[in-house]
């Protein structure tokens, strides 16, 4: 999977050295990253000839970049249609930021953007959340989020869901399951999100899977997408920032380490998927969405919450 399509790029200024070693122009590194995506669209079979398509959208750079490239799609092929979900989960001081660059992209695109809220939902902001239960922000967050989008997508009646996650993002949950031993969240990953096609599920597809957060960062800047960089408050305290510096360190180290643990993942997750693919699906018995316990993890934290909030 690594890069080895060689463009002959013009003698404009570059913008990118890739991995490979070749250094191009702002014109002919987008031409080659949106081929890259392309190219990803077919090789795993991501998108069909008819869809409606969703995209998770945070604002961020990697959530514009895929949402840019579908729209383009979406443009030459009259029967993928495309409309966007944003989560706010209620972060003071940063989400509030990002969701206006999504809205801001999503009017001047034509695109309907869909926003549904924690507090609304949930009846609590995450920051509220955060207040009553002595929990890793991201892990309670995370749990909602993936509820949440579920949920609404199947509403929208959404054929498939994209979202922005790239290389690097792969990468990491990755290294993260493989030191939390938790093997069968990986079964999951992949460019194709999740163990079996259901209808309790929308499908799950990742078009930004072989692209690095540096190749997404440099088109999301040449492209006009940049998010000024905002960053969740809560993302130092993450086991995922750990990974990620660490990661990047042998990265800069040995070049090459990011493209080699995906491919040796890519060979294995076929296997991985077999092997778990007889974990049942359960429905929750609160909520009736999916679930792999008798009651899911979102419903487990409301009750964690709301028992916490009458005892003080
Ligand atoms: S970094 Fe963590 S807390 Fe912040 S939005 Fe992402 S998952 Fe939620
Ligand atoms: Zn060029
Ligand atoms: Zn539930």
């Known amino acids: 999977m690594q890069d080895k399509i060689k463009i002959n790029c013009c003698s404009h200024k570059s913008v990118i050295e890739l991995y490979s070693g070749e250094k191009l122009c702002k014109l002919h590194f987008s031409e080659y990253f949106e081929n890259k995506v392309f190219r990803t669209i077919r090789q795993f079979g991501l998108i069909g000839k008819e869809e409606n398509l969703g995209v ?93 989008l579920n949920k609404k997508a199947k509403e929208l009646k959404l054929t498939k869901l994209a979202t922005g996650h790239n290389l690097d993002d792969e990468c990491q949950s990755i290294i993260m399951n493989q030191m939390k031993n938790n093997i069968n969240a990986s079964a999951r990953l992949g460019p194709k999100v999740g163990l079996v096609q259901d209808d309790k599920f929308v499908q799950r597809i990742k078009p930004l899977y072989l692209c690095t957060e540096k190749e997404v960062t440099t088109y999301a800047f040449i492209n006009g997408l940049l998010d000024n960089f905002n960053e969740c408050p809560n993302v130092p305290q993450s086991f995922r920032a750990q990974v990620r510096d660490m990661l990047n360190n042998l990265e800069n180290k040995f070049p090459g380490t990011k493209y080699s643990t995906i491919n040796s993942f890519l060979q294995t997750l076929p296997l991985l998927k077999q092997q778990f693919r007889a974990d049942a699906i359960r429905i929750c018995a609160r909520c009736s969405e999916p679930s792999a316990n008798d009651v899911c993890n979102a419903c487990a934290y409301l009750e964690r919450l709301k028992n916490k909030a009458e005892i003080r």
Do not use: Q, W
Not at 81 to 96: C, F, M
Not at 105 to 134: H, P, Q, R, T, V
């Open 56 to 148: 998770a959208l945070s604002g961020g750079k990697d959530s514009l970049t895929v949402l840019h490239i579908l729209s383009k799609l979406s443009k030459e092929n009259p029967n993928i249609k495309i409309s966007a979900i944003a989560i706010d989960e209620g972060i003071h001081n940063y989400r509030d930021k990002t969701l206006e660059k999504a809205k801001e992209f999503c009017n001047n695109s034509g695109i309907k953007l869909n926003i549904f809220s924690y507090k609304e939902e949930f009846g609590l902001a995450l920051d509220e959340m955060l207040k009553i239960l002595d929990v890793k922000p991201c892990s309670i967050c995370g749990v909602f989020r993936r509820y949440l």
